[in-house]
């Protein structure tokens, strides 16, 4: 699962540092709080309970703001993420019941005094202390940079016998080359991922069809996904509508996937319900098929390896782990003016 | 008389606790931030290992390419990769094709055995007959060839063997089977708009002397398929088909 909101300095650092490493530090500052008013006791001074009771409620309330992110913008939560989350409440609880605790004076045990400074120096203690897992992460990080370039390069740069598809954008400045299987949810992702975060206006984008579906793919005993061959066809067919017809698969992602299942008719009509009679006729074209078929001769001779989504910066093609965690970082190196 | 000064009970036990609890948590603080840090510092080398040195054994990931299916047996590539070689495809080569004279040579193989390779291709092709002593295409024919042309698939290359009957001169079946296939190939430059075809088609022409079909060869696939068809009529023909293999 890729969350845009799980690092921070993603173009400094290869997938960022991860904000995990923060909470890593401040748990460790609150633990070894926690120990400091279990030595005192019940002659806990008031300020450290009153200090502990306060602080503890910062983790709760990033956790709260994470988790709102994680449920409706992602609309899933990471185990770790749970973890951390619980741990919160768990500590934010515990910091109501000292700071409760500190009203209470047990008779024949005065708590004792310590200075107002204190206080302040405990927060810049746990933001220094926040900051040290990551300082250290950042400090270590191996160099990704010489590993970018060694995930091969296209062999055949030009479609034999046709065109790709040109993926309009408004700023076109970094060419691109993409194969994508419109009923891939991977795709899916990809596609938003560079849209959300505004880099695929910046790119010229050339896309080969590469659909995971045994019907047109011959490189599969069985469909990956089903109907995707039928889409594709679709998308060859947009013309300058392509890119409006690939987001259209993409949105309708799971409705396209089920009405594959159910058999290309279903798929058929799904179709010619949003793009009409003549796009079908489009798709149902032998020329169509043609198409598609060599744009699949494309992969093939230039041997990719075989799922989607992949890209290519010029003929340089991007590893599969710097499409997801590392792309921002990526693109920073490869393709820095696509960030700006 | 001043009254000697008594601290409020407790308060001594509290001012020893000071440093104790300070100490405590200043040394758990210690121990725990240098757990995170050199977890981390673990993680990340642990990371930098893995990247500088990947692993032997990385799971095979399939890679795009031409197709490759059962009947693609290595005596059935060698006659094929002779036939590149030989009939001008693979070296993009200005002679194109192969009459028998050349098949019998460069094949170095018997009729029987020449046949036999073409017989997992039942399905994948087909045979386009022609009129006796005629190297035009009927409409079904035509119709027949499309549908076969454009079932492509993972395919390479197309081949075109291209017969004549017994009856009639030697030379002048080798000169009709030589049409025959040209003709094909004309239709197919016709229909299929596609520059480098030259490179995909291979084209031979067995004339009446060589790798005749038997009669069973009729059970085949065809453009006459309702018409009578015996061992005569099943020669007047060029048989088409996709090669699935990779040469």
Redesign the interface.
């Known amino acids: 699962m890729y969350s845009p909101y799980s690092a921070l300095f993603k173009e400094h650092y290869w997938g960022g540092i991860p904000i995990s490493?923060f909470a890593?530090?401040s748990f460790?500052?609150y633990?070894?709080?926690a120990?400091?008013?279990?030595?005192?006791?019940s002659?806990?001074p008031k300020r450290a309970l009153r200090f502990f009771g306060a602080a503890s409620l910062l983790p709760l309330l990033v956790s709260l703001i994470m988790f709102t992110i994680s449920v409706t913008k992602l609309g899933t939560v990471c185990k770790t993420c749970a973890g951390i989350y619980i741990s919160s409440l768990l500590l934010a609880v515990a910091g109501v019941m000292a700071f409760l605790s500190s009203r209470d004076d047990a008779p024949?045990?005065?708590?004792?005094v310590?200075g107002a400074a204190l206080p302040l120096i405990w927060l810049v203690?746990l933001g220094a202390?926040s900051l040290?897992?990551a300082l250290?992460?950042a400090g270590?990080?191996?160099d990704?940079r010489p590993?970018l370039t060694k995930c091969g390069e296209l062999k055949v740069p030009k479609i034999?016998?046709d065109e790709f598809i040109k993926v309009t954008t408004s700023r076109p400045i970094q060419p691109t080359l993409l194969f994508e299987d419109p009923l891939c949810p991977t795709c899916k992702a990809f596609h938003e991922r560079l849209v959300g975060e505004n880099i695929i206006e910046k790119l010229d984008i050339d896309l080969v069809l590469?659909p995971l579906d045994s019907e047109?793919n011959?490189?599969l005993d069985q469909a990956l996904h089903p109907g995707a061959c039928i889409v594709s066809k679709a998308v060859l067919c947009g013309g300058v509508q392509a890119r409006a017809v690939l987001e259209w698969a993409y949105e309708e992602q799971e409705f396209l996937s089920r009405a594959g299942k159910q058999g290309p008719n279903v798929l058929r009509a799904a179709i010619k319900q949003r793009w009409g009679d003549v796009m079908l006729k489009c798709v149902d074209d032998?020329k169509t098929?043609?198409r598609l078929?060599n744009h699949?001769?494309f992969?093939?001779d230039?041997?990719?390896?075989?799922?989607t989504p992949q890209m290519y910066l010029g003929t340089r093609r991007v590893c599969d782990e710097d499409t997801d965690l590392g792309l921002r970082f990526t693109l920073g190196q490869l393709a820095p003016e696509v960030l700006k | 008389m001043t009254q000697p000064f008594s601290p409020p009970p407790g308060a001594g036990v509290a001012a020893s606790k000071l440093p104790a609890a300070g100490l405590a948590g200043l040394a758990s603080g210690a121990v725990f931030v240098l757990g995170a840090v050199l977890a981390v510092r673990l993680w990340v080398s642990g990371a930098a290992d893995r990247l500088s040195t990947p692993e032997a054994e990385k799971p095979k990931v399939a890679v795009a390419d031409q197709s490759e299916v059962g009947y693609c047996t290595p005596q059935f590539k060698q006659v094929l990769e002779r036939v590149l070689h030989s009939c001008g495809l693979a070296e993009g080569d200005s002679r194109r094709g192969c009459q028998p004279a050349d098949v019998k040579t460069f094949a170095s193989i018997s009729d029987e055995d020449f046949n036999a390779l073409f017989t997992p291709l039942k399905d994948r092709g087909a045979v386009v007959m022609f009129d006796e002593g005629e190297d035009k295409l009927d409409d079904q024919a035509k119709k027949l060839l499309e549908d076969k042309w454009f079932a492509r698939r993972g395919a390479r290359y197309f081949f075109v063997v291209a017969r004549a009957s017994k009856s009639g001169n030697q030379a002048k079946n080798r000169a009709l089977s030589h049409r025959r296939a040209n003709s094909v190939m004309i239709h197919l430059n016709e229909v299929a708009n596609d520059p480098e075809i030259e490179s995909k088609v291979g084209l031979l022409w067995l004339g009446n002397e060589f790798a005749q079909l038997s009669k069973d060869y009729c059970s085949w696939p065809s453009s006459r398929g309702d018409l009578k068809c015996d061992e005569e009529a099943i020669n007047r023909s060029a048989f088409v088909s996709w090669v699935d293999c990779r040469l």
């Open positions: 490493l890593l530090g460790a500052f633990a070894a709080f120990v400091y008013l279990l030595v005192y006791g002659r806990a024949g045990e005065p708590r004792a310590i203690s202390i040290m897992p250290v992460y270590s990080v191996p990704e590993y034999k016998n590469f047109c011959w490189m032998r098929e043609t078929n699949l001769h992969a093939s230039n041997n990719i390896p075989v799922s």
